[in-house]
């Protein structure tokens, strides 16, 4: 029996492969939990459709993504901090002070996306990995100033 699958499966494939299954596993189980569908000629034809305007969706998701990457490739956020002894900064930088900054130059970045690779405890330049794709990350410079050269 074939079957189109309308989910993910561990062993049969992904959403939207034609598999061949015995008939009684098709009927009883996968058909009544709705995770496939019979393979009729227009089930076929609909989710080729459904495929082939998913993989248009992709492609422009994966477009967008590569432009901000390369923006964000050229971004340097300057956080200026409170400083003790030896620079040293009271606390430390986190993800949502930069996710702030992004959002204060009119880009709109979720905190949990981004990574920095060390604790930021006192002033300089350091690197944070911004995962704005499954597949592509951009590289963002962080500047931690005193406040009083900010001013």
Do not use: C
């Amino acid at each position: 029996m074939k079957v189109i699958l309308t989910e993910d499966h561990d062993t049969l494939g992904i959403k939207g492969d034609v598999v061949d299954v015995k008939p009684g596993y098709g009927r009883n189980f996968l058909i009544p939990r709705q995770m496939a569908v019979t393979a009729t000629p227009s089930a076929l034809k609909r989710y080729a459709e459904e495929r082939k305007q998913a993989s248009h969706k992709i492609e422009a998701a994966r477009e967008n993504a590569e432009k901000l990457a390369a923006k964000l490739n050229d971004t340097e956020i300057l956080i200026p901090v409170q400083t003790g002894e030896e620079n040293r900064i009271f606390g430390s930088i986190t993800n949502q002070q930069i996710a702030d900054e992004l959002k204060a130059k009119g880009i709109e970045i979720d905190r949990r996306k981004i990574t920095i690779s060390e604790d930021i405890r006192t002033t300089g330049v350091y690197p944070a990995t911004v995962r704005v794709h499954p597949e592509i990350t951009a590289e963002l410079k962080i500047k931690v100033v005193p406040e009083e050269a900010s001013v």
